[in-house]
Nanobody
Framework: QVQLVESGGGLVQPGGSLRLSCVAS????????MGWYRQAPGKERELVAT???????NYADSAKGRFTISRDNVKNTVTLQMASLKPEDTAAYYC???????????????WGQGTQVTVSS
């Protein structure tokens, strides 16, 4: 099993920056995909950014140009660097890890507990 622990959330003013980190632990050989998702109260969870173990990235349109995702495959960590934050970025941010099994026939999907990001004056 894989456990994910997020950190770095908090209160920040509009235009500010924040860095979120996630550490994976447990029975791990490799993690194929790691990513960040967010969910505001009353709304569905949405993708922010993902990154493969080879370093290929995918961003939501709202994150492009402002957010940067990166990972350390030795430490099994993933980081989301957020800049130019807006009030609409306010949400609970969740770390995700996906592991492909049996040559892609199965997917083990794991989630962290979430960390709150609040952007307000």
């Amino acid at each position: 099993q894989v456990q994910l622990v997020e950190s770095g959330g908090g209160l920040v003013q509009p235009g500010g920056s924040l860095r979120l980190s996630c550490v994976a632990s447990g029975s791990i050989f490799s993690i194929d995909y790691m990513g960040w998702y967010r969910q505001a109260p009353g709304k569905e969870r949405e993708l922010v950014a993902t990154i493969t173990n080879g370093g290929n990235t995918n961003y939501a349109d709202s994150a492009k140009g402002r957010f940067t995702i990166s990972r350390d495959n030795v430490k099994n960590t993933v980081t989301l660097q957020m800049a130019s934050l807006k009030p609409e970025d306010t949400a609970a941010y969740y770390c995700n890890a996906a592991i492909l099994r049996r040559r892609g026939l199965f997917v083990d999907d794991y989630w962290g507990q979430g960390t709150q990001v609040t952007v307000s004056s």
